[in-house]
Each structure stands twice: as structure tokens, then as C-alpha cells.
């Protein structure tokens, strides 16, 4: 079974800068696609960015497009999130999660990845 671990959260002023890393192991990440997703109080889960198992592909909410990005490093096994120009909006708890998918793909789902990690709080206020 694939597992995730994710870091790099933290409290951070607005138009502030964090990298979120998520730590895979189990099984061999470079055959997974990896998504991120984040959950506000009271809010439901919602889709940030996704990245295909070669990172070839990217794609990403329109809410963080040009301040988030997604990027891998396979042979270390992680799954990067840079957000940039933090917005107290973006405060939330962080998760990435995996599915098994061909090159190329990307899953934008929640119901789509069978793997999630337990979650980096990001809190940005002043």
C-alpha cells in the first residue's frame, strides 16, 4: 500500500510563501498520479492541483492558478506544493493524495485516489 506523508505547513503572513511536500513510500511513486486538496472549516474538501505520474501533466483550481505550484521528484519519492502570494483564503488543511494512473492521466476527483496522507495545516493571517 502506498503512503503519504505530508509537511511543511505552517502560520505564514499574507502574500507569504510555503512548500508543502508530500512523502510517499510503499510502493513505487512514478506510477501515480498525485492531487492535492484542502479543507476550510466548515467548508467542504476541494481540489487544488494534480500532477501526472511523470509530472508531465499539471492542472489546478482557478482560485490558485498562478501562485500554486505543483512539481514531483520521483527518485525522491515527493510531491511538492509551492504556494506563493498566500491569501488568508488559502488557510486550510492540506492533503495529498495518489491514484495509480497511466501517463498522462490526471485525477481531479476526490473518488479518484485511493491513497491520502493525514494533512498539513496552512494558516495565513496577519
Known amino acids: 500500500q502506498l503512503q503519504l506523508v505530508e509537511f511543511g505547513g505552517g502560520l505564514v503572513h499574507p502574500g507569504g510563501s510555503l512548500r508543502l511536500s508530500c512523502s510517499a513510500s510503499?510502493?513505487?511513486?512514478?506510477?501515480?498520479?498525485v492531487g492535492w486538496f484542502r479543507q476550510a472549516p466548515g467548508k467542504e474538501r476541494e481540489g487544488v492541483s494534480c500532477i501526472s505520474s511523470s509530472g508531465s501533466m499539471t492542472t489546478y483550481a482557478e482560485s490558485v492558478k498562478g501562485r500554486f505550484t505543483i512539481s514531483r521528484n520521483n527518485d525522491k519519492k515527493t510531491v511538492y506544493l509551492d504556494l506563493n502570494s498566500l491569501k488568508p483564503e488559502d488557510t486550510a488543511l492540506y492533503y495529498c493524495?495518489?491514484?495509480?494512473?497511466?501517463?498522462?492521466?490526471?485525477?481531479?476527483?476526490?473518488?479518484?485516489?485511493?491513497?491520502w496522507g493525514q494533512g498539513t495545516q496552512v494558516t495565513v493571517s496577519s
Open positions: 510503499g510502493l513505487d511513486l512514478g506510477y501515480y498520479a
Open positions: 493524495a495518489s491514484a495509480f494512473a497511466r501517463f498522462g492521466e490526471l485525477k481531479r476527483l476526490e473518488g479518484e485516489y485511493d491513497y
